[in-house]
């Protein structure tokens, strides 16, 4: 079961990063570095919320991450894109298009025609009920069909099937870290909560 953090208040700060499998290749007596990558490269957000209103806030923020770390499960909350707008509609119903996809470019369909995916916006692949975050690489054009052959980061680290969901509002969902020793209590609210969140694969 994925536990769902709470909608608001919105976080204060929020820092994505990527977890990167590989690196760069230096021989040991000189020469060309080169560049090794692996399948797994994910992505990681650590979150700061504000002061917490004793109820409702803290309770349901707390509840929600004393559930994670109790139990082990994914937790889950939107990905933050601060001030991008989005040319692909929420009310698209955009879907993986075949199977046997692997690499660093996802065919999908069900765009409305001509829309456009802009670089580095971040879209959630659903698989087997868990969400993988990727971005696209470059900005890309849907056919006049609503296909899009997206040249995607990270590689695809599941192989999708036809038809799994391509959300443009996305969420990163992955394992809690942070802030396990407990939270601070002070007058009239929690003091503001410091956790990570990174994917798991």
Not at 60 to 89: H, R, Y
Not at 152 to 162: C, H, K, N, W
Request: hydrophobic share 40%.
């Amino acid at each position: 079961m994925t536990i769902y953090l709470p909608p608001s208040p919105m976080p204060r700060a929020a820092t994505p990063a990527p977890v990167v499998f590989g690196g760069w290749q230096t021989p040991p007596t000189g020469g060309v570095e080169t560049w090794l990558g692996f399948m797994g490269s994910r992505m990681s957000l650590t979150i700061e919320t504000p002061n917490l209103k004793p109820e409702p806030d803290s309770r349901l923020w707390t509840a929600a991450l004393l559930d994670a770390w109790m139990t082990g499960e994914t937790v889950a909350c939107p990905f933050p894109q601060p001030g991008l707008k989005s040319l692909v509609s929420s009310r698209q119903s955009i879907v993986v298009d075949g199977v046997d996809q692997a690499g660093m470019v996802l065919a999908m369909r069900g765009f409305t025609r001509r829309s456009v995916v802009r670089r580095r916006q971040f879209f959630s692949l659903m698989h087997g009920g868990r969400r993988y975050l990727h971005y696209a690489r470059q900005e890309t054009l849907a056919d006049e069909d609503g296909r899009m052959s997206l040249p995607i980061g990270p590689m695809l680290r599941v192989s999708p099937l036809d038809g799994d969901v391509c959300d443009f509002v996305p969420m990163i969902e992955g394992k809690l870290s942070g802030d396990a020793s407990g939270w601070k209590i002070i007058p009239a609210r929690v003091q503001g909560l410091t956790f990570t969140i990174t994917e798991i694969a």
